[in-house]
Each structure stands twice: as structure tokens, then as C-alpha cells.
């Protein structure tokens, strides 16, 4: 007769398998997390199973089959947003960005990111920044710090409504705008290359390497823009007007 370990127990149990089917595992004293956190992993589990699991006293309280528990696809709605305030804020955002989890769910992860980005350590926001799904993405955009600014520059979510509501800021770090400038996924939109060339704190250099890269016709428009640095306006009237003067 085989001895009945935890790995013998993980092993029988199937896409069928109930509430009752869990409970040697859960009760064996040999039992770890990782043998709870390879059964959370399995898409076909019941959510029988999974709510077995949440209300164990042994296992309940472990963070990571928390976390385990709110991102399988087949946890209980109810269930889920129970436990989602208690998960870390890296948790958090993972559960926010999972396509496979049902909306309400990543909104209300999103929602409870939202809350606690006052609460975060400057490095936290950063690599916040770097990953967070759309709908944090303008929280972001308000942020006071360049670092988190340039951070968020990286992100794949981030959009051009985005990036041009943080170039609307007066009190902008040039280094922001220098980070803006050496992207190519932005520099190519005509938009965001008009708003680094009329910032104030776009450094000159940078401004007026940019001139040469917009078509004479936007750039008569942009001398109209009171925004345009005198020195700014004065080489791209040249480039605009020169051939005729």
C-alpha cells in the first residue's frame, strides 16, 4: 500500500476532485506551502478546493497562498475581494494587470493601489511606475518626483494622452523632458516632440535638435505658440523663413 505523502496526495487529485478530496493534504503534518501553492496553480482546480483551502486555519494566513488564491481564475469572486486588501502591493498590481481575472476584480485592485500609492516609499512608486496597468497610469502622471516620471516613461501601458498631460507641467525636471526626448516610441508623435520644443525646461540643445525634425508647415504654426523659448523661436524662424529673406 503506498505511503500517503503530500506529493501522493497533490498527485490524486483532479479536475474533479471536491472540497473533501483536499483535506488530507491540507491536515497532513507534512504538508508545506509549496505543496499548496502547486495545487493553486492548477487552472482546472473546483472552486470548492479553493475556498477549502481559504478557510483552513494552517493555510489562511500565508501570504503567498493568498495571493494565490485571489489570482486563480476559478476563486470565487467574493472570495477574492475579501482577500485582496490583505495581499501586498506587488500582489496587488500582478492581480491588477492578470487579463485572465474578471474585471471588478483587477478594477478593485486597481482601486486599492490607487489608496495606498500616498502610503509607498519613493522606490515602491518607481517600479510601480515602470509595470502599472492603465487605469493607474494617470495616478501616476500627477506624481511629484522626476524618478517616478521617468519611470513611468518606460511603462508599455503608458499612453500619449499620458506623457502629454505630464509635459503640461510647468515645474517639470529637464531631466524628464531629456528621458521624453531620447525615447523613440514617443519622439515620433508629433504631439509630444511639439510639447518638448515649446517646454521652458527643455534643455535648448535638445529643443533645437528637434527643429529639423518638424515639417516647415507645423513649424510656422508653433511660432505662434506664446510657449516657443525666444532662442527656440528664432532658429526655427530662420528655418521656416530664412530661404526667403
Known amino acids: 500500500m503506498a505511503v500517503l505523502t503530500?506529493?501522493?496526495?497533490?498527485?490524486?487529485?483532479?479536475?474533479?476532485?471536491?472540497?473533501?478530496?483536499?483535506?488530507?493534504?491540507?491536515?497532513?503534518?507534512?504538508?508545506?506551502?509549496?505543496h499548496l501553492l502547486a495545487l493553486l496553480r492548477r487552472r482546472e482546480l473546483a472552486p470548492s478546493i479553493i475556498e477549502a483551502v481559504a478557510r483552513h486555519d494552517r493555510w489562511n494566513k500565508r501570504q503567498s497562498v493568498r495571493a494565490a488564491i485571489v489570482s486563480h481564475v476559478k476563486a470565487p469572486r467574493t472570495l477574492a475581494l475579501r482577500l485582496l486588501p490583505l495581499l501586498f502591493w506587488q500582489e496587488q498590481l500582478r492581480v491588477s494587470a492578470n487579463i485572465r481575472l474578471a474585471m471588478p476584480l483587477r478594477v478593485a485592485a486597481e482601486a486599492r493601489l490607487r489608496e495606498r500609492?500616498?502610503?509607498?516609499?519613493?522606490?515602491?512608486?518607481?517600479?510601480?511606475?515602470?509595470?502599472?496597468?492603465?487605469?493607474?497610469?494617470p495616478t501616476l502622471a500627477r506624481d511629484g518626483d522626476a524618478r517616478v516620471l521617468r519611470s513611468l516613461f518606460h511603462n508599455p501601458r503608458a499612453r500619449e494622452q499620458d506623457i502629454l498631460q505630464v509635459m503640461k507641467r510647468d515645474d517639470l525636471d529637464a531631466d524628464v523632458l531629456r528621458v521624453v526626448s531620447q525615447s523613440e516610441r514617443w519622439v515620433v508623435r508629433p504631439a509630444i516632440r511639439d510639447a518638448l520644443v515649446c517646454h521652458a525646461n527643455t534643455p535648448v540643445h535638445v529643443a533645437l535638435s528637434f527643429l529639423a525634425r518638424i515639417p516647415k508647415r507645423q513649424l510656422e504654426s508653433l511660432l505662434g505658440e506664446e510657449a516657443l523659448p525666444r532662442v527656440v523661436a528664432i532658429r526655427a524662424h530662420e528655418i521656416v523663413f530664412g530661404e526667403r529673406s
Open 117 to 137: 500609492l500616498p502610503e509607498l516609499e519613493l522606490g515602491e512608486r518607481v517600479s510601480m511606475a515602470r509595470r502599472a496597468p492603465v487605469g493607474l497610469v
Open 6 to 34: 503530500p506529493r501522493v496526495l497533490l498527485d490524486g487529485l483532479g479536475p474533479h476532485s471536491q472540497a473533501s478530496d483536499v483535506t488530507p493534504l491540507l491536515d497532513h503534518r507534512e504538508s508545506e506551502e509549496a
